[in-house]
């Protein structure tokens, strides 16, 4: 899937144990978010990284406000994860996702001139203690 924006800023960024998520911030009626790949990179040679990345988890918020009916301002968050299939014969911690958020996620009931503010938050999760070093290599476009 190719995403082609025509105003993208194309940009990677790492999570880690230091910093767990990172925010971007955009208005209406024109934004684009999309998640091109991530890329595990540990401190060693680990031949386990199946294991450790199965310890993880990757999560999407949304958070948007909008002016209600009676318009007053209101405050909402959609979540949901970003799903990392472990192939158990893959040779490196690289996985494609080609995740798209845009305008689109506000269509059910929502008119777009009410939303003034938009922020997407990346978060990195350990499900479970991981002892080694390691970090998320994120590439992504906004718009």
């Known amino acids: 899937m190719d995403i082609n924006f025509s105003d993208t800023i194309s940009q990677s960024f790492v999570l880690n144990k230091e910093c767990l998520s990172k925010t971007f911030h955009f208005s209406l009626p024109d ?12 401190s060693s ?14 999560l999407l918020h949304v958070n948007y406000n909008y002016i209600d009916h009676a318009l007053h301002e209101q405050s909402n968050e959609v979540s949901f994860p ?11 911690p ?8 845009d305008k689109q996620i506000f269509s059910n009931g929502f008119e ?17 203690i991981i002892h080694e070093p390691y970090h998320a290599e994120f590439m992504i476009n906004c718009k």
């Open 31 to 42: 934004f684009g978010f999309y998640i091109k790949n991530i890329h595990f990179v540990f």
């Open 45 to 58: 040679e680990n031949q386990h990284w199946h294991q450790t990345i199965l310890k993880t988890e990757i």
């Open 82 to 92: 970003i799903h990392l299939f472990v192939d158990p014969n893959k040779m490196q």
């Open 94 to 101: 690289y996985f494609t996702i080609n995740k798209l958020i």
């Open 112 to 128: 777009l001139d009410t939303i003034d503010q938009i922020s997407i938050r990346i978060e990195l999760i350990e499900n479970q």
